[in-house]
């Protein structure tokens, strides 16, 4: 995994449990989107962002998960976000959760930009999404 680009700070409570004590996978899956949605902050934040690109939404098209460990009631969590690469009318992150140095589950998710069409909603063209979140990088596809 190349250098993370965000990282997301979570503390497992009671809740975020099933009867066995282990964090219930549907809560590990929302991590990772809220460790998607708190890196967009950094670039006013969803709302702010789709306004400015005209479109409906930064929305999942695809997302999994791998469970190395259980992660329990109490565990300080780092929630790790990657770009693994850009596609033309997609957007794929990798995610690590960690405990410490300890691995506990690896993510990953496909997103798209979504804008109104004559049709309907399309996927949009990522450049213009690309451009803001990485301004310095190289857009060529």
């Known amino acids: 995994?190349?250098?993370?680009?965000?990282?997301?700070p979570v503390r497992v409570s009671f809740g975020d449990c099933d009867p066995a004590g282990i964090a219930y996978y549907p809560n590990i899956l929302?991590?990772?989107d809220r460790a998607f949605h708190d890196?967009?902050?950094g670039f006013s934040g969803h709302d702010a962002l789709c306004h400015k690109?005209?479109?409906?939404g930064i929305?999942?098209?695809?997302?999994?998960?791998?469970?190395v460990r259980p992660?329990?009631?109490?565990?300080?969590l780092t929630v790790t976000l990657t770009i693994e690469r850009w596609q033309a009318k997609a957007l794929v992150l990798a995610y690590e959760i960690r405990?410490?140095?300890r691995l506990m589950a690896t993510g990953r998710e496909t997103r798209g930009l979504f804008a109104k069409a004559k049709a309907g909603m399309i996927a949009a063209d990522?450049?213009?999404?690309?451009?803001?979140?990485e301004p310095d990088g190289d857009h060529r596809q």
């Open 1 to 8: 995994m190349t250098e993370p680009i965000h990282r997301f």
């Open 30 to 32: 929302s991590w990772l």
């Open 39 to 41: 890196w967009l902050w």
């Open 53 to 56: 690109l005209d479109a409906v």
């Open 59 to 67: 929305g999942l098209m695809d997302v999994s998960a791998k469970f």
């Open 71 to 76: 992660i329990r009631n109490g565990d300080d």
């Open 99 to 101: 405990a410490g140095d």
């Open 126 to 133: 990522m450049q213009t999404l690309r451009a803001i979140l």
